[in-house]
C-alpha cells in the first residue's frame, strides 16, 4: 500500500539568473507506514520535493497522488485538506512562535478543526507523549534546541496526520540530542503507525529507514 504516489514530476524555479531546475523527473512511492529518508547534496531538491509532497507547493509537470488523491495544484480542496489534517510538518529551525509558550504552540493548528476531544486536551497529551508536560507554560527561549523540536514534533501531531514530514530534524542539533528524536520518530514510525518522510544529511539515519531515495542535482539517484 503506498500513502503517497509521485510520477514524474518536474519543478523549474524562475531566478534573477534564468530559469533553475530543481526537480527533473522524479517518481516514487511511499509505502505507507514506511520511514523513507530523502539523502542528498545541499541544493539537490530535497525541501522542494518535501514541500510538494506536503502540498505547500506543486510540480510545473508529473503528478502527485496522496492517499489515491490527485493532489492536482495546490490550490484545490483535496490539497488543502491534506495540508491541515493528512501531513505534520517538522523543520530544522523548529519554527515555532516566540510569543506563544509550548502548549499554545502545539494547539494552534489544532484550533481551525472543530469536533472532537478539546484541542487543548489533545495537546496536553501530546506534550505528555514528548515528555515536555513540565514546559507546558514556557516560551521557545526558554528552551533549549531539543525541547524546542520535541515541542515543534507535537505540534506536527496535533491534527493527527498519518504522515509526518521532516526537514533535517536533527540538523541543529547535538548527537545526543538528535538521538532522543530519533527515538520518537522511531517510536511514532513503530507504535503510532506514521508514516515518516525526512530529509537528513546525517548517514547514520540510514539504518532506521525503511527506503533511501538520493537526490543528486534534482534527479534520483539511488533507490534502497
Ligand atoms: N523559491 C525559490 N526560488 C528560486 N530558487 C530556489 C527557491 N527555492 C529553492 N531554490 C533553489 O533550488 C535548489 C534546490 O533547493 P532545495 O530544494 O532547498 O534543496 P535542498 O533542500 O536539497 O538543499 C537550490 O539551488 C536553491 O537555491
Ligand atoms: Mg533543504
Known amino acids: 500500500m503506498k500513502i503517497i504516489d509521485v510520477q514524474n514530476i518536474s519543478k523549474t524555479y524562475k531566478t534573477e539568473h534564468g530559469p533553475l531546475k530543481v526537480l527533473d523527473d ?29 502540498a505547500l507547493d506543486k510540480p510545473d509537470n508529473g503528478k502527485i497522488f496522496f492517499d489515491g488523491k490527485d493532489l492536482g495544484n495546490a490550490g484545490t480542496f483535496a490539497a488543502s485538506k491534506i495540508r491541515r489534517n493528512g501531513v505534520g510538518f517538522v523543520f530544522q529551525s523548529f519554527n515555532l512562535l516566540p510569543e506563544l509558550n509550548a502548549l499554545e504552540n502545539v494547539m494552534l493548528p489544532g484550533l481551525f478543526q472543530r469536533g472532537g476531544k478539546s484541542v487543548k486536551q489533545r495537546a496536553l497529551e501530546l506534550l505528555e507523549m514528548v515528555n515536555m508536560s513540565q514546559r507546558a507554560t514556557h516560551k521557545p ?10 515541542i515543534a514534533i507535537a505540534r506536527s501531531l496535533i491534527n493527527n496526520p498519518d504522515v509526518i514530514l521532516a526537514d533535517e530534524p536533527t540538523g541543529n542539533l547535538d548527537p545526543k540530542t538528535s538521538e532522543v528524536i530519533i527515538k520518537l520518530f522511531k517510536d511514532l514510525n513503530e507504535e503510532k503507525n506514521k508514516t515518516i518522510v525526512m530529509v537528513t544529511h546525517d548517514l547514520s539515519l540510514k539504518q532506521h529507514a525503511s527506503d533511501v531515495i538520493q537526490l543528486d542535482k534534482g534527479r534520483i539517484v539511488k533507490r534502497a
Open 26 to 54: 522524479v517518481s516514487f512511492a511511499v509505502p505507507k507506514n514506511s520511514w523513507t529518508m530523502l539523502i542528498g547534496a545541499s541544493g539537490s531538491g530535497k525541501t522542494t520535493l518535501l514541500q510538494m509532497l506536503g
Open 141 to 150: 527561549t526558554e528552551l533549549s534546541g531539543g525541547e524546542q523540536q520535541r
